[in-house]
């Protein structure tokens, strides 16, 4: 491939204006073009001069249709997001500004509802609270609090999000009224029986991930980006996701999620946005499908409230016993 490269290079040379030039001035390859000229056409500089004997030998008829060729290639070559880009330094790019777009939110509280639905339909309930505080120079911290059924009230899932490193996890079991810590390893597992793991559940940071900008195409009434990006923990269940954000937004649309032997293992969509404090984007509708049992999971948000009285001590362990 290095050939069409140089050609192409040397083809562009030429469409600049070139004067005739004493044979005296150009090199010998392009004099022995033109044996029997005092004047040749001649630019003398690199690749230009080159350029200039390629095109006197070739027939006219070889030129254009090459000339079509390197259009079409170049046209194809041409990096869609931007020209100076790598695909990896524009997925970092996008995922950064989507992460940038939502900081500053302080804190909010929501709740959900978590429907859990097997692969013949059957579902099941759980009513849920979420306190969610940002934390400068680190993760978000989060508490999911559960309140029916009766079977799981009072369980409480507290995350201490991570950039760097891999999130820190306890799960809070009332029957048992004691803490359990979620190691890093145990990650990948189910969260309370859903197709949602405890991995899911942490703060999505850019540093945790490598990303690679893939192409642009429609997505529902949207046009999305689509990106790659690939778990840099060893830990994680997934070997890599492929995620679709609008261009408009960069909100996430839908994320596909592949396991450690690279089948589609889940998909999560996104749906319902609202904004709140006219900048803060939120989906009312996940749902989290497994391909492999043909489960899924659907948690639907409302109440959204931002700028509550929540600080740092409702983010302990200690608080974790303490919710009603």
């Not at 839908?254 to 904004?275: L, S, W």
Request: charged fraction near 25%; glycine fraction near 6%; proline fraction near 5%.
């Amino acid at each position: 491939m290095a050939v069409p490269g140089q050609m192409v290079r040397r083809v562009a040379g030429i469409v600049l204006p070139c004067p005739n030039r004493p044979r005296s001035r150009c090199g010998p390859l392009t004099a022995r073009a033109f044996p029997s000229s005092s004047y040749v056409p001649c630019c003398g500089h690199g690749d230009r001069q080159e350029a200039t004997v390629i095109r006197a030998s070739l027939p006219r008829s070889i030129l254009a249709s090459f000339g079509i060729l390197v259009a079409i290639f170049a046209w194809a070559a041409e990096p869609p997001v931007g020209q100076a880009e790598t695909a990896e330094e524009a997925g970092i790019r996008i995922a950064t500004e989507a992460r940038e777009r939502q900081q500053g939110f302080g804190n909010f509280t929501s709740n959900l509802i978590m429907t859990l639905r097997t692969k013949r339909g059957q579902e099941s309930n759980r009513e849920m609270r979420l306190k969610v505080m940002e934390v400068a120079d680190d993760g978000d911290r989060s508490v999911f609090v559960f309140d029916r059924p009766r079977d799981v009230k009072g369980t409480a899932f507290l995350v201490h999000a991570h950039k760097g490193e891999p999130d820190d996890q306890w799960l809070y079991l009332p029957a048992l009224k004691r803490v359990k810590r979620i190691s890093s390893a145990n990650q990948s597992g189910s969260f309370m029986g859903s197709e949602f793991s405890y991995e899911d559940l942490g703060a999505v940071e850019v540093e945790k991930f490598t990303h690679r900008y893939l192409r642009d195409e429609p997505c529902g009434e949207f046009q999305c980006h689509v990106l790659e990006r690939i778990p840099v923990s060893e830990d994680s269940g997934y070997s890599r996701q492929v995620i679709w954000l609008d261009k408009d937004e960069l909100r996430s649309m839908q994320i596909q999620y592949f396991d450690r032997r690279e089948e589609h293992f889940k998909t999560m969509v996104m749906e319902d946005y609202a904004q709140y404090l006219d900048r803060f984007w939120r989906s009312s509708k996940i749902t989290m499908t497994n391909h492999l049992t043909g489960k899924s999971t659907v948690l639907v948000w409302s109440d959204y409230a931002f700028g509550t009285d929540l600080d740092a001590r409702d983010f302990t362990r200690t608080a974790l016993q303490r919710v009603r």
